[in-house]
T-cell receptor, first 115, second 115 residues
Framework: EAGVAQSPRYKIIEKRQSVAFWCNPISGHATLYWYQQILGQGPKLLIQFQNNGVVDDSQLPKDRFSAERLKGVDSTLKIQPAKLEDSAVYLC?????????????FGPGTRLTVL | AQSVSQHNHHVILSEAASLELGCNYSYGGTVNLFWYVQYPGQHLQLLLKYFSGDPLVKGIKGFEAEFIKSKFSFNLRKPSVQWSDTAEYFCAVRYPSGSARQLTFGSGTQLTVLP
């Protein structure tokens, strides 16, 4: 089965610019997650969608980050404006139902560098 | 908020040596525990998971982990490592109820196996 797809794989921008990342989860997976992984740290959840509704966005910096999953399939994560500290790998993951026992399947990530 | 501690940031072993990577989580209650692995240039993928039952869990590629509730620990083990086990290993915890239901990762342990 096809895995989680993400694009672009790499992005370099200057601070105060905007950027968007795209994710296509595994077919049939109702739950989609966006994580931020800063160098030397583990992934940190930014937002979780169940179909096209937000389940948890408690750690999303809402003044600059936004995400949507309009048709309950693919998703975009946007940063506007970017700051230096946003340099990280942005991971998308999906799972079948979002249960705490579900395995989350991760995409390859988008490595963002903010100059 | 819950936290996960991986005390070893970088472990270097020779082939055929035994491996044990430590993982401790911050508080008790019913908990779901995971070990993920990221091989060089690849996605994060699940090694093994524990929900309930036998506290000794076997995963892929000869890995196993033991859940010790009294110590809030879920250490990863392998009796004899191979060069191909070189990767970064992440412990993660998720609670099935309450305010801490998101998957929380430790900071990871980089394992280097020398041929």
């Amino acid at each position: 089965e096809a895995g989680v797809a993400q694009s672009p794989r790499y992005k370099i921008i200057e601070k105060r610019q905007s950027v968007a990342f795209w994710c296509n989860p595994i077919s049939g997976h109702a739950t989609l997650y966006w994580y931020q992984q800063i160098l030397g740290q583990g992934p940190k959840l930014l937002i979780q969608f169940q179909n096209n509704g937000v389940v948890d966005d408690s750690q999303l910096p809402k003044d600059r980050f936004s995400a949507e999953r309009l048709k309950g399939v693919d998703s975009t994560l946007k940063i506007q404006p970017a700051k230096l500290e946003d340099s990280a790998v942005y991971l998308c993951a999906s799972s079948l139902q979002g249960l705490s026992t579900d395995t989350q399947y991760f995409g390859p990530g988008t490595r963002l560098t903010v100059l | 908020a819950q936290s996960v501690s991986q005390h070893n940031h970088h472990v270097i072993l020779s082939e055929a040596a035994s491996l044990e990577l430590g993982c401790n989580y911050s508080y008790g209650g019913t908990v779901n525990l995971f070990w993920y692995v990221q091989y060089p240039g690849q996605h994060l993928q699940l090694l093994l998971k524990y929900f309930s039952g036998d506290p000794l869990v076997k995963g892929i590629k000869g890995f196993e982990a033991e859940f010790i509730k009294s110590k809030f620990s879920f250490n990863l083990r392998k009796p004899s490592v191979q060069w191909s086990d070189t990767a970064e290993y992440f412990c993660a915890v998720r609670y099935p109820s309450g305010s801490a239901r998101q998957l929380t990762f430790g900071s990871g342990t980089q394992l280097t196996v020398l041929p």
